[in-house]
């Protein structure tokens, strides 16, 4: 069973920054991770992907953040981290991290979401205009 554990959901105004965190355990160092996000009154299976990174440390991002929001892991490979700068109302969502076989990084964002066994319990993220 792999525990990942998100962190650094915060309410904040347009414009403004958040670095969400997940802990994950030291054994996922090479698999796939990601973040994913699920806005108000969507159901899981619309979980938009944000952003993944393989076990070589490549990443993929969706259009809608690219150049606001990197993703990244820490040396030790035991936290996996969303810096998110730029925020808009449209990014107001419960945030995921989610842990898989490498493999599922070359896959598109959308499909990634359906195929990761290990998801966290969410952080809330709320923009405010």
């Known amino acids: 069973q792999v525990q990942l554990v998100e962190s650094g959901g915060d309410s904040v105004q347009a414009g403004g920054s958040l670095r969400l965190s997940c802990k994950v355990p030291?054994?996922?160092?090479?698999?796939?991770m990601g973040w994913f996000r699920q806005a108000p009154g969507k159901q899981r299976e619309e979980r938009e992907g944000?952003?993944?990174?393989?076990?070589?440390?490549?990443?993929t991002y969706a259009d809608s953040v690219k150049g606001r929001f990197t993703i990244s892991r820490n040396n030790a490979k035991t936290t996996l981290d969303l810096q998110m700068n730029n925020l808009q109302p449209e990014d107001s969502a419960m945030y995921y991290c989610?842990?898989?076989?490498?493999?599922?990084?070359?896959?598109?964002?959308?499909?990634?979401?359906?195929?990761?066994?290990?998801w966290g319990q969410g952080t809330l993220v709320t923009v405010s205009s």
């Open positions: 944000v952003a993944s990174i393989d076990g070589g440390d490549g990443t």
């Open positions: 989610a842990a898989g076989p490498d493999f599922l990084c070359g896959l598109p964002l959308a499909e990634q979401s359906r195929r990761f066994g290990a």
């Open positions: 030291a054994f996922t160092a090479t698999w796939c």
